[in-house]
């Protein structure tokens, strides 16, 4: 059987006081809704009919919840958190550590006797942070760094006063140094760059970068002494389509900017930041989990599986996304493990087991809501005219 899930909204700052809202056809109360989760995460699990927590229901019984295979395979715990995301400001330029970093710093800040909620803890939980993020209309990031010969010829083609040492830097390979030396500055060393770079927007009068002349123009107003602006000179600038997607690995620098998508991720909060931000920065930190390796073509498109169904494939360890399109017909979605379906358009039935074919219990989601089938159930079948995302252990 399938269960209706309750689900978290986070009111972050950056978030949109209108565009998760719409969606779910509820009326706005004025406050920024940023991320509505989904899933069983411990500081916001979604809850059950019965009132239970999703992360109380797997503790109490993870093999029951999960299956047995997905169980072992991550010591008991809900491998993936899904997420509705929207964004009316910039996030933070960040990055997500591997599985190895993220144990590494999870027992330095335990040791360290940091409290598990405090502002200042870099590490909230033992897990990397594997992110895709499917946009479900435009939506703007910043993704991956740009390789080196386009973000010199951004530079050559915008000329702002005081770049000329970030400028060789980069001509000679030196990106992990330029990126360090921009994020070590202190905010009275960044402000006249800033400065300059604004100036250099408002001068620039070409087609070419003319996406990027927008970002930056409106970062360097927003964000006057903030050395994340500078840093976002060496990100891919990439506006996504509907259903378009962009996949984060570890140590991929990245900040969201302005859009609604549906995100997927292993089931962890942990975020190192560097600018864009009001929150907790550690700096030495973010470098020491971020690749360096230019991104050359962000952008993932999903890949058709036929009858309306597509995967967008990431190689991840711990989801899997299959992207359901209905027409007034039905589809029978295979997945391992737990899983969520999330329906984003439309009207869409949902049922898993021996529900699945129409003699049991199904739960009818609109655009916003969610289900919840437990790993030992069958397949997921879905029926209606609209779209539902099905997110599964692999």
Same mark, same amino acid.
């Given at each position: 059987?399938?269960?209706?899930?309750?689900?978290?909204?986070?009111?972050?700052?950056?978030?949109?006081?209108?565009?998760i809202?719409e969606?779910?056809? /509820?009326?706005?109360?004025?406050?920024?809704?940023?991320?509505?989760?989904?899933? &069983?995460?411990?500081?916001?699990?979604s809850?059950?009919?019965?009132?239970?927590?999703?992360?109380?229901?797997?503790?109490?019984?993870?093999?029951?919840?999960?299956g047995?295979?997905?169980?072992?395979?991550?010591?008991?715990?809900?491998?993936?958190?899904?997420?509705?995301l929207?964004?009316?400001?910039?996030?933070?330029i960040? &990055?997500?550590?591997?599985?190895?970093?993220?144990?590494?710093? +999870?027992?330095?800040?335990?040791?360290?006797?940091?409290?598990?909620d405090?502002?200042?803890?870099?590490?909230?939980?033992?897990?990397?942070?594997?992110?895709?993020?499917?946009?479900?209309g435009?939506f703007?990031?910043?993704?991956?760094?740009?390789?080196?010969?386009?973000?010199?010829?951004?530079?050559?083609?915008?000329?702002?006063?005081?770049?000329?040492?970030?400028?060789?830097?980069?001509?000679?390979?030196?990106?992990?140094?330029?990126?360090?030396?921009?994020?070590?500055?202190?905010?009275?060393?960044?402000?006249?760059? !800033?400065?300059? #770079?604004?100036?250099?927007?408002?001068?620039?009068?070409?087609?070419?970068?003319?996406?990027?002349?927008?970002?930056?123009?409106?970062?360097?107003?927003?964000?006057?002494?903030?050395?994340?602006?500078?840093?976002?000179?060496?990100?891919?600038? !990439?506006?996504?389509?509907?259903?378009?997607?962009? +996949?984060?690995?570890?140590?991929?620098?990245?900040? +969201?900017?302005?859009?609604?998508?549906?995100?997927?991720?292993a089931?962890?909060?942990n975020?190192?930041r560097?600018?864009?931000?009001?929150?907790?920065?550690?700096?030495?930190?973010?470098?020491?989990? !971020?690749?360096f390796?230019?991104?050359?073509?962000?952008?993932?498109?999903?890949?058709?599986?036929?009858?309306?169904?597509?995967?967008?494939?990431?190689?991840?360890?711990?989801?899997?996304?299959?992207?359901?399109? #209905?027409?007034?017909?039905?589809?029978?979605?295979?997945?391992?493990?737990?899983?969520?379906?999330?329906?984003?358009?439309?009207?869409?039935?949902?049922?898993a087991?021996?529900?699945?074919?129409?003699?049991?219990?199904?739960?009818?989601?609109?655009?916003?809501?969610s289900?919840?089938? &437990?790993?030992?159930?069958?397949?997921?079948?879905?029926?209606?005219?609209?779209?539902?995302?099905? /997110?599964?252990?692999?």
């Amino acid at each position: 059987m399938v269960a209706r899930l309750q689900n978290t909204i986070r009111d972050y700052a950056w978030g949109s006081p209108t565009a998760i809202p719409e969606l779910t056809g /509820v009326e706005p109360d004025g406050r920024p809704q940023a991320e509505l989760w989904m899933g &069983a995460h411990e500081s916001a699990p979604s809850v059950l009919p019965s009132g239970d927590s999703l992360y109380d229901v797997v503790s109490a019984g993870p093999i029951d919840v999960l299956g047995p295979e997905t169980a072992e395979r991550f010591d008991g715990r809900f491998p993936f958190l899904a997420k509705l995301l929207a964004a009316a400001q910039p996030l933070s330029i960040q &990055a997500h550590p591997s599985r190895e970093q993220a144990i590494d710093g +999870y027992a330095r800040d335990e040791a360290a006797g940091i409290p598990r909620d405090a502002a200042d803890r870099n590490y909230k939980d033992a897990w990397p942070k594997p992110e895709i993020l499917i946009a479900l209309g435009p939506f703007d990031a910043l993704v991956g760094f740009r390789p080196l010969e386009a973000t010199v010829a951004l530079l050559d083609a915008l000329a702002p006063v005081g770049f000329e040492e970030c400028t060789d830097l980069l001509r000679n390979g030196k990106l992990q140094d330029t990126f360090t030396q921009i994020m070590s500055n202190d905010r009275d060393t960044i402000r006249p760059l !800033v400065a300059a #770079l604004g100036e250099a927007c408002a001068r620039y009068s070409g087609a070419a970068f003319e996406l990027e002349r927008e970002t930056l123009a409106k970062l360097c107003a927003d964000f006057p002494d903030d050395p994340g602006v500078l840093a976002a000179l060496l990100l891919n600038r !990439v506006r996504l389509e509907r259903f378009e997607a962009v +996949y984060l690995p570890a140590g991929n620098v990245h900040a +969201y900017l302005h859009g609604l998508g549906f995100e997927v991720m292993a089931n962890s909060d942990n975020v190192l930041r560097g600018g864009l931000t009001s929150k907790h920065i550690d700096v030495p930190e973010l470098v020491s989990v !971020v690749d360096f390796e230019p991104l050359a073509d962000p952008v993932l498109t999903a890949t058709p599986l036929g009858d309306g169904v597509s995967s967008y494939e990431t190689g991840c360890e711990y989801f899997a996304i299959r992207r359901v399109d #209905l027409d007034g017909d039905e589809r029978t979605v295979a997945g391992e493990g737990p899983r969520i379906v999330c329906c984003v358009a439309g009207s869409v039935d949902v049922a898993a087991g021996s529900d699945a074919g129409g003699t049991g219990s199904t739960v009818t989601l609109s655009a916003g809501q969610s289900a919840f089938a &437990a790993g030992p159930e069958g397949p997921c079948s879905l029926r209606g005219s609209g779209t539902a995302f099905v /997110v599964a252990a692999r």
